[in-house]
């Protein structure tokens, strides 16, 4: 699973997802691309359960995960009483905003394509569509 | 490649607000520029650009202000959800100087490395050429017929017509036919935009010394 080498610092406050993303909207590798439509964290094993969902339906194309999980995210065990500081780390995730692509996929046809990345979105916990490369 | 006519209007309102006005109304900003000339603020039809971006079309006569300019598309904007036009911007030409301009390059054919097992790759999906703005190509196409398996198409490869010529090093990889990627991504290969601060301590995963042992938080 992807999570980053080393971090500054281990354990990051949750935050807000505010407004729209602003980098990262354009199918840049591919000819299509899976677009979010709504905010949210997306865990690296969800990444990774997208990738082999878009590898298995799509094992001609090539795919790129535009995406990289940065924030980890704490929680405390079972059964614990509050207090006695923060959490472990539990997971890592990135940080979705919507407008963000997070899969391209090249070297298939719209169909395969469409599929693959229909298999991937029912793993995601986001809305998202089908884009394909803009061509001025 | 024809030029067409757009109509357009020159523009007062400047500002987010305004221009907020602006779209309701079914218009967009622009600006051109270029050549040496101040910038032009003008507004144009949103459904007027939709209907030349879907025929493909880059050199435009601008009318405007009581007179009219030779201007290429340089760039739009786009909505990120909605893919609605949002701004974009006309650059002055003049239409018998060559300008450099980037042109899609489309794929025809099969390669023979896909029976192969492997894949095609687009890795340019546009060249940078040289041209009149009339003789700009609305595509330029190459055959893939003698691709192999980790094999490459360079912009030298590249077939262009008379009046064209290329701008970009001829070793550019255009495309290239590589392994499946069920076996090349057996590892994730991700593409990260921001690294992760380079002075920094061992990640969390790794460093577990500080970890508080079980009896401390059941009480």
């Known amino acids: ?136 | 490649m024809q030029v067409a006519r757009m109509k357009a209007e020159t523009r007062v309102a400047l500002g987010r607000n305004k221009l907020k006005g602006l779209r309701a109304q079914g218009w967009m900003p622009a600006v051109v520029y270029g050549e040496k000339k101040d910038t032009d603020s003008i507004s144009i039809s949103e459904w007027e650009l939709e209907q030349h971006i879907r025929h493909h079309h880059k050199i435009f006569q601008l009318e405007y202000a009581g007179g009219h300019q030779h201007a290429i598309l340089q760039d739009i904007q786009f909505d990120v959800l909605t893919d609605r036009p949002r701004h974009c911007d006309f650059r002055r030409i003049d239409l018998t100087k060559p300008i450099e301009v980037e042109v899609e390059v489309t794929l025809l054919g099969i390669a023979p490395g896909i029976a192969k097992g492997g894949t095609l790759v687009k890795d340019h999906a546009h060249v940078t050429v040289r041209c009149l703005p009339t003789e700009i190509p609305d595509a330029i196409e190459v055959s893939v017929a003698t691709l192999d398996l980790d094999m490459s198409l360079t912009a030298a490869d590249v077939p262009l017509p008379k009046g064209v010529e290329l701008v970009v090093d001829r070793d550019t990889v255009i495309c290239h036919v590589a392994k499946l990627v069920a076996q090349a991504a057996a590892a994730p290969a991700a593409v990260v935009e921001a690294a992760p601060a380079a002075d920094a301590a061992p990640a969390a995963g790794a460093a577990k010394k500080d970890e508080k042992k079980p009896d401390d938080k059941k009480k």
């Open chain 1, 1 to 136: 699973m992807l999570m980053p080498k080393r971090t500054k610092w281990r354990k990051q406050m949750r935050g807000k997802i505010r407004g729209i993303a602003t980098r990262g909207t354009e199918v840049a590798f591919g000819e299509y691309g899976l677009q979010a439509l709504e905010p949210g964290w997306l865990p690296a094993r969800v990444i990774e359960a997208g990738r082999v969902a878009a590898t298995r339906n799509a094992p001609e194309g090539k795919l790129w995960i535009r995406v990289f999980p940065h924030k980890s995210v704490t929680k405390k065990p079972a059964e614990t009483r509050m207090g006695t500081g923060k959490g472990d780390v539990d997971y890592w995730a990135a940080v979705i905003k919507p407008g963000v692509i997070l899969y391209e996929l090249d070297g298939v046809t719209e169909d395969v394509a469409k599929r693959a990345f229909n298999r991937v979105a029912h793993k995601l916990p986001m809305k998202c569509r089908l884009v394909r490369r803009r061509h001025l």
